[in-house]
């Protein structure tokens, strides 16, 4: 199947329902003026601003929550009613399953408390989906841009980090990276995304308040990009089926708009007359794959294979693989990470 829309959205998103500064019509304007044509809000334990789901002059505005407890957040999605945070980790995972849901397991590798942020981390990495896990796809959000930066702050740098972001974001971190792959390769199908965590704080300092960060800046960040089949529909309830399952699928990459501008991608595995692409399953069979990439700018990309650098280049990439079980692309700007692939896996 062909692929041939692609729509970029954010997620993880808290407005005035929860512990963001600003209202649905001030988040959706920034969204909107971020170019942006899909976001999905997910207030803490909160599913009050459900009412302003729906098309909003062609941004689809999806609203579900976040469990949040002390610690293991996660991202509950296509549910009717708010899960109980109160439960223990694996017993909400279930409960969002259960239910017809799937979900996000949100910044899983804080390790740092301070004066901006507390630490949230996924305390137990063997609690991972629902169980049984079976055939069930549950997304790790990779890349949380307000937990990498909070997560690089001190007394000292804060000045500076806020007038220039760039310098207290690192990426995602090696484990969180590692823990994806290892999931993938034992096949628990786990989708990766980046979440702005979206709160536009409003904080004193020494010259009055200031807003870290504006909506507006944050939805020109981290960037999740779907890959559709046919164009979004025209009723919301089928447009949301849409994002959530190009999500589940994995057929969506990540672009950290702050490094450059979004890519035209293309990332394809083909054998013969057969070709395919992010999210898809490509059965093995005598005789190798061609694995062609070209991310529509100079970066420096890597095909990962199983974990590892297969081979490297700039701005394009051709490779015949005979082994391996899940491959993904990841690229840099100036030795940051600015664009990362789900993956294509390789089965039987």
């Keep these: 199947m062909r692929y041939s829309f692609v729509y970029p959205g954010a997620l993880h998103i808290h407005t005035t329902y929860s512990d963001g500064s600003g209202t649905f019509p001030q988040v959706i304007a920034a969204a909107r003026a971020a170019g942006l044509r899909w976001i999905i809000i997910t207030d803490h334990d909160s599913l009050a601003g459900r009412p302003y789901a729906g098309w909003h002059d062609g941004l689809l505005v999806i609203v579900d929550h976040e469990i949040s407890p002390e610690r293991n957040h996660f991202l509950a999605l296509g549910l009717a009613k708010v899960v109980d945070n109160g439960q223990p980790t694996q017993q909400f995972i279930n409960e969002v399953y259960a239910n017809g849901g799937f979900g996000i397991i949100a910044h899983p590798d804080e390790r740092v408390a301070n004066s901006f942020k507390g630490c949230y981390r996924w305390d137990d990495w063997a609690v991972h989906g629902p169980q049984p896990r079976a055939s069930h796809s549950v997304g790790i959000e990779l890349w949380n841009l307000m937990s990498d930066w909070g997560e690089h702050l001190t007394s000292a740098n804060c000045y500076v980090h806020f007038f220039v972001p760039t310098l207290g974001?690192?990426?995602?971190?090696?484990?969180?990276?590692?823990?994806?792959?290892?999931?993938?390769?034992?096949?628990?199908?786990?989708?990766?995304?980046?979440?702005?965590?979206?709160?536009?704080?409003?904080?004193?300092?020494?010259?009055?308040?200031?807003?870290?960060?504006?909506?507006?800046?944050?939805?020109?960040?981290?960037?999740?990009?779907?890959?559709?089949?046919?164009?979004?529909?025209?009723?919301?309830?089928?447009?949301?089926?849409?994002?959530?399952?190009?999500?589940?699928?994995?057929?969506?990459?990540?672009?950290?708009?702050?490094?450059?501008?979004?890519?035209?991608?293309?990332?394809?595995?083909?054998?013969?007359?057969?070709?395919?692409?992010?999210?898809?399953?490509?059965?093995s069979a005598p005789g190798p794959l061609l694995i062609e990439a070209d991310v529509g700018a100079n970066a420096y990309v890597r095909l990962i294979a199983d974990g590892k650098v297969l081979t490297s280049g700039v701005r394009h990439l051709r490779q015949s693989v005979v082994a391996g079980t899940v491959y993904r692309l990841e690229a840099y700007i100036g030795g940051k990470l600015w664009l990362f692939t789900n993956p294509i896996y390789v089965t039987g």
Excluded at 190 to 199: E, Q, R
Excluded at 207 to 222: A, S
Excluded at 238 to 265: C, D, I, K, M
Aim: net charge negative.
């Design 169 to 283: 974001l690192s990426g995602p971190t090696p484990a969180t990276m590692a823990w994806w792959d290892r999931l993938n390769m034992r096949g628990q199908r786990t989708f990766g995304v980046g979440g702005v965590d979206a709160h536009a704080f409003k904080q004193r300092v020494p010259w009055g308040e200031v807003e870290v960060f504006p909506y507006r800046w944050l939805f020109g960040t981290l960037t999740n990009y779907v890959l559709l089949a046919e164009p979004l529909h025209t009723d919301a309830t089928t447009a949301t089926q849409q994002v959530y399952t190009a999500l589940a699928e994995g057929r969506s990459y990540v672009v950290n708009r702050l490094e450059g501008a979004a890519p035209a991608l293309s990332f394809t595995a083909s054998r013969g007359d057969e070709c395919y692409t992010l999210g898809d399953s490509v059965a």
